[in-house]
């Protein structure tokens, strides 16, 4: 009977432990504390980032890829920009990567692995990624200009690395 009772116990904790890890995973999506669903649109299945728009002519950029599979990010450039450097990404699947930007505008086409284009098929971005801002960051001075902060991480990894990188994500 103890041992009946015992496994039953086990088995218990098994299925609680699992229960969370899958609530830890499945909140592992939601935008970080203080991050605003603003400053960026989804038209004709591109991103459009739009830094001056809800704060700071400075801004940072969460993106979560909620896709199984890797998005490439392929920023479509005008006459107007002030870098001469694409600022092409890759973000793993179910993983976030951090953006900083000070233009007044960036946009990107996504698109996913193909075999028959070395660029990929081109994706909606709105389908594949989930965005939000922080709108009052504060920078070092050294800290300022365009550039993926975060390559590819979990929300927390990504986090993490803003702040040792020595940004304050501000609310």
């Known amino acids: ?10 088995l218990s904790l098994f299925c609680l432990s699992a229960a969370q890890a899958a609530d830890v995973e499945k909140e592992d999506d939601n935008n970080p504390t203080g991050c605003d669903d603003a400053g960026y649109q989804f038209e004709l299945q591109t991103l459009q980032l739009s ?5 700071d002519n400075q801004s940072m950029y ?7 599979r890797s998005v490439s990010l392929y920023q479509m450039r005008d006459e107007e920009s002030s870098r001469s450097m694409y600022m092409n990404h890759i973000i793993n699947g179910h993983q976030w990567a951090v953006f900083s930007t000070s233009e007044k505008q960036v946009k990107f086409i996504c698109t996913v692995p193909d075999k028959s284009s070395q660029y990929g098929r ?20 050294n800290n300022r200009g365009n550039y993926w902060l975060v390559n590819s991480n979990t929300k927390s990894g990504a986090i993490r ?8 994500p501000a609310n």
């Not at 690395?161 to 304050?168: A, D, N």
């Open 1 to 10: 009977m103890n041992k009946i009772i015992r496994n039953s116990i086990v």
């Open 122 to 141: 081109v994706v909606d971005c709105g389908e594949n990624l989930k965005v939000c801002e922080y709108t009052n960051v504060r920078y070092g001075m």
């Open 62 to 68: 969460f993106l979560f890829n909620n896709s199984e």
């Open 161 to 168: 690395e803003v702040v040792r990188y020595g940004i304050i």
């Open 51 to 55: 830094p001056g728009n809800a704060g």
